[in-house]
């Protein structure tokens, strides 16, 4: 089992940035970690269903993706020796308010693509973008 911890939510205006940050522990670690189990982000509006905005996967390299809708102001990072997962926002949208969560994979060595592919998933972390 593995306990994912968001932060960095938070109000800001149209334009400026914000770092998510999510603390993996637990069995997490002694299961590999992020060297064997990729990690994504995704977000949430009241009444829709959760979005994926980007993951990453540290096996055979540090690879990142993005749906094409989130190419650009997102970018995704990680430390995978403190086990800490990052998504640095810029150019933020009121249009990108929602609740940020950060999931792990339900398989080791296995990508992660949408909210399907997610074992665990953080409580989440608010973030309002003013216009």
């Known amino acids: 089992q593995v306990q994912l911890v968001e932060s960095g939510g938070g109000l800001v205006q149209a334009g400026g940035s914000l770092r998510l940050s999510c603390a993996a522990s637990g069995a997490f670690s002694r299961s590999g970690g992020f060297s064997r189990y990729a990690m994504g982000w995704f977000r949430q509006v009241p009444g829709k269903e959760r979005e994926f905005v980007a993951s990453?996967?540290?096996?055979?390299?540090?690879?990142?993706y993005y749906p094409p809708s989130m190419k650009g102001r997102f970018t995704i990072s990680g430390d995978n020796v403190k086990n800490t997962l990052y998504l640095q926002m810029s150019s933020l949208l009121p249009e990108d308010t929602a609740i940020y969560y950060c999931g792990a994979a339900r398989s080791s060595l296995v990508d992660v693509r949408g909210v399907e592919d997610i074992g665990s998933w953080g409580q989440g972390t608010q973030v309002t973008v003013s216009s």
């Open positions: 990453i996967r540290w096996w055979n390299g540090a690879i990142t």
